[in-house]
């Protein structure tokens, strides 16, 4: 399984990669792996205020069904229309091709909330 230590990750299995007050967001190799084959993914439209915690969109699996959340608040930039149209990008390369969207960060101090690699890792072997 991969970790990589350049990422914050949530305790839902969400990653951020900060560069500036820009943020890609996508889920975890644990999270894709967990669900199984990836169907469909919904994500908001650039120019939506996504908030820390709340749900941002849903990952359709052959398993299941789950909401995606915020590791941070913000507004969405972009989002990765190959996803849409190629959703097992996101379990061939969930940290690459398979990122689910881009936002500016409004607040940098909740990255300090969420985990490091050696964190998640540690919440993973749970």
């Keep these: 399984m991969n970790f990589p230590d350049n990422l914050k990750y949530t305790n839902d299995h969400?990653?951020?990669r900060v560069e500036g007050d820009m943020g890609w967001?996508?889920?975890t190799?644990?999270?894709q792996g967990e669900l199984?084959?990836?169907v469909f993914v919904e994500l908001p439209a650039p120019g939506t205020k996504v908030q820390k915690g709340k749900s941002f969109g849903t990952i359709e699996a052959v398993k299941a069904v789950s909401d995606m959340f915020a590791p941070v608040s913000g507004e969405v930039v972009e989002i990765n229309k190959d996803i849409q149209s190629s959703p097992e990008k996101v379990n061939k390369d969930p940290y690459g091709a398979g990122w689910f969207l881009k936002?500016?960060?409004a607040n940098p101090a909740e990255l300090g909330e969420l985990l490091d690699v050696n964190a998640y890792?540690?919440?993973v072997a749970k």
Excluded: S, T
């Design 14 to 16: 969400e990653w951020i």
């Design 25 to 27: 967001v996508g889920v």
């Design 29 to 31: 190799d644990y999270a």
């Design 36 to 38: 199984g084959d990836v």
């Design 103 to 105: 936002m500016r960060v």
């Design 121 to 123: 890792k540690k919440l």
